[in-house]
């Protein structure tokens, strides 16, 4: 009955009518081709082979030219599903019928309509269009690798290896794409950001084959110029991608391009681009000569971009800095590592872009192998090289010296601006909240006046608000920069058997303890010496850390701070712990092996002396605990003329402190207001009431420590009032038991 229907059909002219209409203009739709295809599609299984052939190749002729004649109305009602669709047909129609020719007209076909679709203006059009070209792209490439691959490994017959239907070959793609020119199409006057992402394929396909011609990448540069930055971000990274595959002579022309950028136009997907091209071109295929011929694309820009008279913002200085640490940290990069290492060295010597260059220093050498290997040096072995042959140390420390005077130059005027804002100005009063002048300002040097007259123009508020914010935003700029080169000595103290010498520490202790900047730089070298004497242990020899000991107990030690103190402590255990007179478990567990200690009067002084609550408890602490940590060889006797000498050394002060106090008398003079001399004389009070709070403090931590000692002893001993202690209390006892009891 069907094969009586499909024959009845045929007899009146239905199957001829339907390959006259697909062949017919105006040409029909991909819809209405799709139903026309279907009534073939269901009959072929009854169709005599002849016949079946002779109605595919109506079908071959008719899609030969059918793409070019479709109008872009037509394209736009149709979709992705139905070009799909339509696409199965003709590949189950062609290849059933067994057409020589099936699989050329196929491709023909799709790379037709996929043109056509590329070339519309509407964007879902173009990018089925582009999707199409990469997926045939695709199927040749895959059909090429197994083709070759079986060349290879070829035993016999690869009658059983399945190879892609797809009858385009790679040079076939070439030649149609430069053709048809669809990087034109896709990169010129109607340039779309979501087109151009999709084409990456089928860049790098003719770059990797050598069809990607100069004026092809420079039409895509151009494409980026005056662009919205989305465009250009897409651009971009585009060409990131594709200059892995470019021919030398296309690395050159793009790096050209890339550098006709002004450097004020730089901005994060700029340096994005550089940081990505320099990557890829260094490492390219292309460009794999040894190190004389080798080009290294990007470094030099990036260099001149961290430098702190480029054209561009602070931010884009720090990030070429972190591109450049990153490319010298890289294997591909390691001849270039010691050039660059010279020139950080210079830059540091010429006091020129500091921060960055020890940074990329820093970064570059802790690339290197902590132990030597057969063809790198190690990290040790280029700090001590670069010590030797460049003076490395020498030039850190003529720099720290300079950049800490122009530092304190550029602090000094903002910081008095400051007190005269606030009425803090010596040589000045204030009456009434006004700032009445008692010295002419011909008195201060010009700096200063200047600063006088700026604060006297504004405001006071706004004076007050804007001279702070300066100042804090410039401290902070300073600290920052402290810490950068004091973070790079100490790398190079603990990386390699480097050695400071005394001037050397003199210059850190003259900058930062003698005269600062600002009060923070004095934690911050005590934290830092403690830090580098803790972890390297050839930065200072024995001499050098007792002078820094004794630099230690000359400064006022009336106003320590408890990082202060914690850097003396440190420094009086190691010097006594190498004299062998101390040995430490640990922070809380020691015993003195010797007497008397080096630098103990020092501790004994800050105990006394100091101001800050902690600091003067911490060392009475610390004192106490080395005078009952004794070790057990010593006898009772030694022990005991040990404890007298401790309690001495608490008497003493206390004597002296409370006999200056009494000579003084209160602070009022008899008569009324105190004269000058008494106002000098009152200003020693506090001092000595200081000390005798502290030598009080002294001696009982010294005698609750004789008393934890003793706590184990069968009957230990007690000093006089050890057992009624604190407020006495009254207790109202009731005893029950009888009514006549009596209350207590």
């Known amino acids: 009955c069907l094969l009586r229907n499909v024959e009845c059909f045929h007899q009146m002219g239905g199957f001829a009518a339907i390959l006259d209409r697909l062949d017919s203009t105006p040409r029909v739709g991909l819809s209405a081709m799709r139903a026309l295809l279907r009534p073939l599609l269901k009959v072929k ?46 590949d189950q129609l062609l290849h059933s019928a067994k057409l020589p020719s099936a699989a050329e007209s196929m491709d023909r076909f799709r790379l037709a309509l996929a043109l056509k679709c590329l070339r519309t203006p509407f964007l879902e059009k173009r990018l089925v269009g582009i999707t199409a070209i990469k997926e045939i792209i695709s199927a040749s490439l895959r059909r090429q690798e197994q083709l070759e691959s079986a060349d290879r490994d070829y035993a016999g017959s690869t009658s059983n290896m399945q190879v892609p239907l797809c009858w385009c070959s790679p040079d076939f793609l070439l030649e149609w794409l430069e053709r048809e020119q669809v990087v034109s199409l896709v990169f010129g006057e109607g340039l779309h950001d979501q087109v151009a992402r999709r084409s990456v394929e089928v860049l790098c396909f003719m770059a990797m084959r050598g069809a990607l011609s100069p004026p092809m990448l420079t039409m895509i540069w151009r494409a980026s110029l005056d662009k919205h930055e989305t465009v250009r971000q897409c651009i971009y990274a585009l060409l990131v991608d594709v200059s892995i595959h470019l021919q030398l002579p296309l690395l050159h022309l793009l790096y050209a391009h890339i550098q006709k950028i002004p450097l004020a136009e730089y901005t994060p997907t700029t340096m994005t681009l550089l940081r990505g091209f320099a990557i890829s071109a260094i490492s390219s295929p292309h460009n794999q000569q040894k190190p004389p011929g080798k080009f290294w694309f990007g470094m030099e820009e990036l260099w001149q971009i961290m430098q702190d008279g480029s054209a561009v913002s602070a931010d884009m200085r720090m990030m070429a800095g972190g591109v450049m640490q990153d490319l010298l940290g890289w ?6 590592r010691g050039e660059f290492l010279i020139r950080c060295v210079e830059q540091l010597r010429a006091g020129v872009s500091v921060p960055q260059s020890l940074r990329l220093c820093t970064k570059t050498i802790s690339s290197f192998p902590g132990k030597q290997r057969k063809k790198e040096q190690s990290a040790t072995a280029v700090l001590e090289w670069l010590a030797g042959s460049h003076n490395l140390l020498p030039s850190f420390f003529v720099d720290f010296r300079r950049y800490h005077r122009a530092a304190s130059e550029r602090l000094q005027p903002l910081q008095v601006r400051t007190a005269i804002v606030g009425g803090a100005i010596v040589g000045g009063a204030i009456v009434g909240g006004a700032l009445t ?17 700026a604060a006297c123009d504004a405001g006071h508020s706004e004076r007050e608000q804007l001279a702070s914010a300066e100042l804090r935003a410039q401290v902070t700029r300073h600290m920052t920069q402290l810490q950068e080169r004091l973070d790079f000595l ?6 390699a058997p480097l050695t400071l010498s005394l001037a050397q520490l003199d210059v850190l202790w003259e900058c930062c303890v003698v005269s600062p900047c600002c009060p923070a730089e004095e934690d911050q070298l005590f934290s830092w010496l403690e830090q580098v ?32 103190y914690t850097c003396g402590e440190y420094l009086f255990r190691w010097i006594n712990w190498k004299e062998q007179r101390f040995v430490q478990q640990d922070t809380s567990n020691f015993t003195v092996l010797e007497l ?26 610390f004192l106490t605990q080395l005078y009952h940590s004794l070790k057990p060889e010593h006898g009772a006797e030694q022990q005991q003329a040990r404890r007298r000498e401790f309690v001495r050394s608490c008497m003493t002060p206390l004597a002296a402190a409370s006999e200056r106090l009494r000579f003084l008398g209160p602070l009022d003079a008899p008569g009324g207001a105190p004269d000058a001399a008494a106002e000098d004389e009152g200003d020693e009070r506090p001092k000595l009431r200081l000390c005798i709070e502290r030598c009080l403090t002294l001696l009982r931590l010294f005698v609750e420590e004789v008393e934890a000692k003793l706590s184990g002893v069968a009957e230990p001993a007690r000093r006089h009032g050890t057992v009624v202690r604190g407020t006495p209390m009254r207790m109202v006892i009731t005893l029950v038991g009888g009514g006549n009891s009596p209350k207590v």
């Open 45 to 90: 299984e009854c169709l005599k082979r002849a016949v079946l052939q002779d109605f595919a190749r109506r079908v071959e002729q008719a899609i030969a030219h059918y793409p070019s004649s479709l109008t872009d109305e037509q394209l736009k009602q149709e979709d992705r599903k139905t070009m799909t669709d339509v696409y199965r047909q003709l």
């Open 596 to 621: 008397p200690l080096y630098g103990a009067d020092t501790i004994w002084q800050v105990a006394l002396r100091t101001r800050d609550a902690d600091v003067g408890q911490r060392a009475a602490g």
């Open 533 to 564: 004497r803790m972890n390297s242990s050839q930065c200072w020899d024995m001499e050098a850390t007792r002078h820094l000991f004794e630099r230690f107990a000359a400064t006022e030690l009336e106003s320590l701070t408890p990082v202060g």
């Open 331 to 336: 294997q591909h990069c390691y001849p270039q």
């Open 490 to 495: 100490q790398f190079c103290m603990t990386e």
């Open 437 to 453: 002048l008692t010295l002419t300002l011909t008195h201060y040097p010009l700096p200063l006046q200047d600063a006088w007259r």
